[in-house]
């Protein structure tokens, strides 16, 4: 059974914007976390951005604050990424995830069930 289907990668220019989706099953959107991370080629999968399901309080890395934004809509069971003002270095695979329990929200190894990832390439 599928649990979490990324969609809305593509390529762009810098500068551009794009919104990634993330349709998940009920039990998946209800984790405590729900993150996304991105992969590009020869490097660890790093942390991008988390929401917390009590609350709704977001984290951020350092390098995409101010232009990426986290956000989930309950009625779709939908989480989705707007990135805006995208460089080359955001280049990556990116993947939705959710994690079941508080705490080590940064860190990939710490969820559980992780989507397919989905392809954002950004061009200079």
């Known amino acids: 059974q599928v649990q979490l289907v990324e969609s809305g990668g593509g390529l762009v220019q810098a500068g551009g914007s794009l919104r990634l989706s993330c349709a998940a099953s009920?039990?998946?959107?209800?984790?405590?976390?729900m993150g996304w991370f991105r992969q590009a080629p020869g490097k660890e999968r790093e942390f991008v951005a988390a929401?917390?399901?009590?609350?709704?309080?977001?984290y951020y890395t350092d390098s995409v604050k101010g232009r990426f934004t986290i956000s989930r809509d309950n009625a779709k069971r939908t989480l989705y990424l707007q990135m805006n003002n995208l460089k080359p270095e955001d280049t990556a695979v990116y993947y939705c995830a959710s994690k079941y329990d508080g705490g080590n929200y940064n860190l990939a190894s710490f969820y559980a069930v992780w989507g397919q990832g989905t392809q954002v390439t950004v061009a200079s």
């Open positions: 929401l917390r399901r009590t609350y709704g309080t977001t």
């Open positions: 009920e039990h998946t959107f209800n984790a405590y976390y």
